[in-house]
């Protein structure tokens, strides 16, 4: 945020938050000098940060197209952050109009912009909400709206599970919003991994636990593939986020494992 950056309430000026740092990774305004520092701070570890946050949020639009393709028409998207270009309602409701998104986030920056963006959309809507409490989010009422959880419903989980520490048990979390929804239904996931650049991952787990709202936990591809059970995965299965059903046109880099995220998309099973 440019100008005076006045901090909404809510905020704590002191430490760079999640969203926001995804936001100035992306390119986007709405982020505060504290969250710039950040991103400086993991610019030095990492030159690439901003082309592995565009290669995410490539994986994204890819994703949500595969799956608007395969016939879901209502998606859950946990940990949404700031809008900006490529959102799933839009790159959703230009394939299918009427397609039914619930945005999830508990940044006060994120819920704010998310609620002007969507003030006109009869189908989509932002619950403010924390991810780790599933039963707050598919129970709110604006996702008892939209979302008939008698039909298949994808939930996506991009860059946000490695946000959520051992302790607080991520696949017990993930079997929580999956053993919410339908037979049919869908999870679309990207994770930060330490499989191949572990000292890359300590140092960028280091510096959020440092400066940010979130720690960051990386994990190997076995505890991200853990992530899906009770999911079949959708080929390639589980790889690095460049190589995912990349488009003709996406720079798929020479050593992919540089773009140190995960990702993959499966369907509930049974």
């Known amino acids: ?82 809008p900006t270009q490529g959102n799933v309602h839009e790159v959703a409701q230009s394939i299918a109009p009427g397609t039914r998104v619930i945005y999830v986030d508990n940044d006060p920056v994120a819920v704010a912009h998310s609620a002007s963006l969507l003030a006109d959309n009869p189908d989509a809507d932002i619950v403010n909400a924390d991810i780790r409490r599933p039963a707050d989010v598919l129970n709110a009422p604006q996702a008892r709206k939209l979302i008939d959880f008698n039909e298949p419903v994808a939930v996506l989980m991009i860059t946000i599970m490695h946000f959520i520490t051992h302790e607080e048990d991520p696949a017990g979390l993930v079997a929580a919003y999956r053993d919410g929804l339908p037979a049919g239904s869908w999870l679309a996931l990207s994770h930060a991994t330490d499989q191949d650049r572990p000292g890359t991952a300590a140092a960028v787990g280091k510096l959020y636990r440092s400066k940010a709202t979130s720690p960051v936990t990386a994990r190997s591809y076995e505890g991200i593939s853990e992530l899906f059970t009770g999911f079949d995965l959708v080929p390639p299965g589980l790889v690095y986020v460049p190589l995912w059903r990349p488009d003709p046109a996406d720079d798929v880099p020479e050593n992919p494992s540089e773009y140190w995220v995960y990702a993959g998309v499966g369907r509930k099973a049974g």
């Open 1 to 82: 945020m440019t100008g005076r950056e006045e901090v909404p309430e809510g905020v704590d000026p002191a430490k760079a938050s999640v969203a926001r740092i995804y936001d100035a990774m992306l390119g986007g305004e709405h982020n505060f000098a504290i969250d710039r520092e950040a991103l400086a701070a993991f610019t030095a570890i990492d030159p690439q940060v901003r082309a592995l946050a565009r290669a995410n949020r490539a994986f994204l639009g890819r994703a949500v197209r595969y799956l608007v393709d395969a016939g879901v028409r209502q998606f859950i998207d946990l940990g949404s952050g700031i």
